[in-house]
């Protein structure tokens, strides 16, 4: 199963951006959906989750700023990135996952958000 990412690429500061992440071939509304990133140089970290109920968790250097969310009938999560931070550059990656512990079984291939001043 392969997750496909859409919609990174180049923002500016104090602007918004919006990850896209279909995921045919599993029992989309099952799975706990997330978002993660990783910087150069840095290890891969959680920026958000969302749970086949619906319930949300984000990092703390995103909340407020950005929104997971999921439409069950296109097996599809987003990520709305607004207030964009140059820190925000990073590849990202969606993940499912069947429980809400440990890490995704299933990756996308990551698409890269590059943010400038």
């Known amino acids: 199963v392969q997750l496909v990412e859409s919609g990174g690429g180049l923002g500016q500061a104090g602007g918004s951006l919006r990850l896209s992440c279909a995921a045919p071939g599993i029992i989309f509304s099952t799975y706990v959906m997330e978002w993660y990133r990783q910087a150069p140089g840095k290890q891969r970290e959680l920026v958000a989750g969302i749970t086949s109920g619906g319930r949300t968790n984000y990092v703390d250097s995103v909340k407020g700023r950005f929104t997971i969310s999921r439409d069950n009938a296109k097996n599809t999560v987003y990520l709305q990135m607004n207030s964009l931070k140059p820190e925000d550059t990073a590849v990202y990656y969606c993940?499912?996952?069947?429980?809400?512990?440990?890490?995704?079984?299933?990756w996308g291939q990551g698409t890269q958000v590059t943010v400038s001043s």
């Open positions: 993940g499912a996952k069947r429980f809400n512990f440990g890490l995704p079984g299933y």
